[in-house]
């Protein structure tokens, strides 16, 4: 194993990043949370609190949000990942897209850095639907989304999450690139239907052009960044970009992707797609 005395994890507050941080966290190892609005402020758009965040650490999970879409996204990576270098983290793990033209360059503009870099391509997290923008859809009962008769090889973020915990701990995955994908393809009426019989809820899936789509989101007050990167996401990478699948978990951690069904069955358990309006009407 590696000894890492000081673990920096972009996004720590959210799906992949909490999740990967609490693994390092029970592995004895130090870690520090870089994130906007949690843990020791990191702000991607603002250089100035780069260097803090690095201060003292040997390796780097970097995740993606909202700005793998926008203009620059590549530039400012490449920055950031020659700090990381500089500062002394050689060893990054980064979390990216499968195939669009933006990740593409930003994975090019961290493998320029100098780092021991491990690229990590991850297919639509199957948290979306309980932890992202679909939960609410999920408690209201439908689902309205731009996707069609489109296979989508889902993933759990907990299987992504042990990926880099690895990665950053072990030899042998510089200068690689894995695909984490799920078990195997489903469409998003599919995924519905196996919430609702999880849940044991009446849940519909209806398919919306994107301009209605995004008219929707828009009037929810979502930030046009995000219903931007939705919209992109829906009309341009989802369909013949993703619909395979990757064997990233396999070969990293020697076991085979979780199945969709059983992240919606252990969801289910949680109560967290629980119909709060017609328990309240119930009682």
């Known amino acids: 194993m590696i000894r890492a005395d000081l673990i920096l994890v972009l996004g720590g507050s959210v799906k992949t990043g909490s999740r990967v941080a609490r693994l390092l ?17 990191f702000d991607r758009t603002d250089p100035a609190t780069w260097a803090p965040a690095l201060e ?19 530039e400012t990576n490449c920055a ?12 990054l793990g980064l979390l990216s897209g499968r195939g669009e033209q933006e990740a593409e360059a930003r994975e090019k503009a961290v493998a320029r850095s100098g780092a021991d870099w491990t690229v990590l391509r991850a297919s639509w997290l199957a948290q979306n639907f309980s932890e992202g923008h679909l939960l609410k859809p999920v408690l209201a ?3 309205a989304l731009p996707a069609f008769e489109v296979g989508e090889p889902f993933v759990d973020a907990a299987d992504i999450a042990e990926v ?8 042998g995955h510089a200068g690689r690139g894995y695909e984490l994908t799920g078990s195997r393809l489903l469409t998003f009426a599919d995924a519905v239907a196996t919430i609702a019989e999880a849940t044991g809820r009446d849940i519909l899936f209806v398919s919306v052009p994107a301009d209605d789509h995004a008219a929707g989101l828009a009037a929810e007050g979502v930030p046009d960044e995000v219903t931007g990167l939705l ?14 699948l990757g064997d990233g978990v396999q070969q990293v951690l020697g076991r085979p992707a979780q199945d969709f ?20 009407g119930a009682a």
Not at 25 to 41: A, D, E, F, M
């Open 25 to 41: 966290t029970r592995r004895g190892l130090r870690v520090r949370i870089g994130h906007r609005s949690g843990g020791t402020p």
């Open 56 to 74: 003292g650490a040997r390796a780097a999970y970097i995740t993606y949000d909202t700005d793998l879409a926008t203009p620059g996204a590549p």
């Open 80 to 91: 950031f990942a020659e700090l990381t270098v500089a500062s002394g983290a050689r060893r």
């Open 141 to 143: 009962g439908e689902v």
């Open 164 to 171: 880099p915990a690895a990665l950053l701990t072990q030899h």
């Open 231 to 244: 919209t992109y996401l829906f009309t341009t990478v989802l369909g013949w970009r993703g619909a395979h």
């Open 261 to 280: 069904t059983t992240y919606a069955h252990d969801t289910a358990t949680t109560d967290i797609w629980t119909d709060k309006t017609t328990d309240r």
